[in-house]
T-cell receptor
Framework: DAGVIQSPRHEVTEMGQEVTLRCKPISGHDYLFWYRQTMMRGLELLIYFNNNVPIDDSGMPEDRFSAKMPNASFSTLKIQPSEPRDSAVYFC??????????FGAGTRLSVL | AQSVTQLGSHVSVSEGALVLLRCNYSSSVPPYLFWYVQYPNQGLQLLLKYTTGATLVKGINGFEAEFKKSETSFHLTKPSAHMSDAAEYFCAVSDHSGANNLFFGTGTRLTVIP
């Protein structure tokens, strides 16, 4: 398996623009997690899905953030409108039946 | 609620020396404990985990960690550091109530001096 695949690896956008981050989990995994990593706050769980259903989105910072998982092999994290403080590395992780996940390489987002 | 404290944001060791990265946790229920490693510009990779059973856990790349309930600790060790061990290490805790939420420490950057 190729592991968790995230795209794009880098995204530079201007404030106010919509940003969509994509994730393909490992085939057969039933959990998918979105994390954000910043210098100030470290690694934070934003949301996670079980069998494509959002289970806990309490970490989503505000309504500008939304996440979907239309099927078992694809998830998106959308920020609309984006703000400079959203600049971070966003990780997707997937797992089979548990909290410990296999992480993707991340998307480095810069909002100017 | 769960939380993790990693003592020392930066640790430097000489090649061949003992590696000791400290992690203390707080949990209201028996915890699951994890160590992850992150190399530059890469995602996190699981090194080892403790769920139940034997308190000394062996992981990949020669690392091991010991769960000490009385000390609420889960320190990561490796007898002999290698240059390739230079990376950032994260300790994480979750409970097994089904929450499936990992709480990460702030990380420790390990530097290996030749």
């Amino acid at each position: 398996d190729a592991g968790v695949i995230q795209s794009p690896r880098h995204e530079v956008t201007e404030m106010g623009q919509e940003v969509t981050l994509r994730c393909k989990p490992i085939s057969g995994h039933d959990y998918l997690f979105w994390y954000r990593q910043t210098m100030m706050r470290g690694l934070e769980l934003l949301i996670y899905f079980n069998n494509n259903v959002p289970i806990d989105d309490s970490g989503m910072p505000e309504d500008r953030f939304s996440a979907k998982m239309p099927n078992a092999s694809f998830s998106t994290l959308k920020i609309q409108p984006s703000e400079p403080r959203d600049s971070a590395v966003y990780f997707c992780a997937s797992s089979l039946g548990g909290a410990h996940g296999y992480f993707g390489a991340g998307t480095r987002l810069s909002v100017l | 609620a769960q939380s993790v404290t990693q003592l020392g944001s930066h640790v430097s060791v000489s090649e061949g020396a003992l590696v000791l990265l400290r992690c203390n946790y707080s949990s209201s229920v028996p915890p699951y404990l994890f160590w992850y490693v992150q190399y530059p510009n890469q995602g996190l990779q699981l090194l080892l985990k403790y769920t139940t059973g034997a308190t000394l856990v062996k992981g990949i790349n020669g690392f091991e960690a010991e769960f000490k309930k009385s000390e609420t600790s889960f320190h990561l060790t490796k007898p002999s550091a290698h240059m390739s061990d230079a990376a950032e290490y994260f300790c994480a805790v979750s409970d097994h109530s089904g929450a499936n939420n990992l709480f990460f420490g702030t990380g420790t950057r390990l530097t290996v001096i030749p």
